[in-house]
T-cell receptor, first 111, second 111 residues
Framework: GENVEQHPSTLSVQEGDSAVIKCTYS??????FPWYKQELGKRPQLIID?????GEKKDQRIAVTLNKTAKHFSLHITETQPEDSAVYFC??????????FGKGTRLSVIA | EAGVAQSPRYKIIEKRQSVAFWCNPI?????LYWYQQILGQGPKLLIQ????????DSQLPKDRFSAERLKGVDSTLKIQPAKLEDSAVYLC?????????FGSGTRLTVV
């Protein structure tokens, strides 16, 4: 089955700097790659997703890139703010099958 | 739209006791998932329902865990008997297509 690896496990950046979180997946048939943000004690919330027919997607300060050949995808957050501090999870799936999540990255944005 | 409702929010039980969690998905969402999230890890799938049928329960420890989704709406997840390693947040999610909406989860502590 699918296996998703996520790096780094923790990341600290200065406010205003960029943050990059990387994930790799094992099943070349996977075609859907969402990113979730989970604040302490709260539910995971979808922040952006990408499908395998697209190489990059942006939404304001957040972007996701996908390299199908290398089977990896990345989350990019620009101009980080303290409220971006949270745990971020990547996930992968084939349409109709359950998401397989990475282990998460704890992002700390230092003011 | 109303979100995914889960109850209880917190539960503390002794090992070998039984416990049940309840989930009410977003109206019209045919697919419902139960995930287990152990502290510091990503969510791990327990079971997937499509309407009232089980699609994937390959990772459900069936000797102690059971789940049902009567009438294709609400779902319950039961653990009997509980073990210390079952301490985790149990997340319910529902979807129409690929993107999930998670509930707030039930934090279970087994002592």
């Amino acid at each position: 089955g699918e296996n998703v690896e996520q790096h780094p496990s923790t990341l600290s950046v200065q406010e205003g700097d960029s943050a990059v979180i990387k994930c790799t997946y094992s099943d070349s048939a996977s075609n859907y790659f969402p990113w979730y943000k989970q604040e302490l004690g709260k539910r995971p919330q979808l922040i952006i997703d990408i499908r395998s027919n697209v190489g990059e997607k942006k939404d304001q300060r957040i972007a996701v890139t996908l390299n199908k050949t290398a089977k990896h995808f990345s989350l990019h957050i620009t101009e980080t703010q303290p409220e971006d501090s949270a745990v971020y999870f990547c996930a992968a799936s084939i349409d109709g099958t359950p998401l397989v999540f990475g282990k998460g990255t704890r992002l700390s944005v230092i003011a | 739209e109303a979100g995914v409702a889960q109850s209880p929010r917190y539960k503390i039980i002794e090992k070998r006791q039984s416990v049940a969690f309840w989930c009410n998905p977003i109206s019209g969402h045919a697919t419902l998932y139960w995930y287990q999230q152990i502290l510091g890890q990503g969510p791990k799938l327990l079971i997937q329902f499509q309407n009232n049928g089980v699609v994937d329960d390959s990772q459900l420890p069936k000797d102690r865990f059971s789940a049902e989704r009567l009438k294709g709406v609400d779902s319950t997840l039961k653990i009997q008997p509980a073990k210390l390693e079952d301490s985790a947040v149990y997340l319910c999610a529902s979807s129409l297509g690929s993107g999930y909406t998670f509930g707030s989860g039930t934090r279970l502590t087994v002592v």
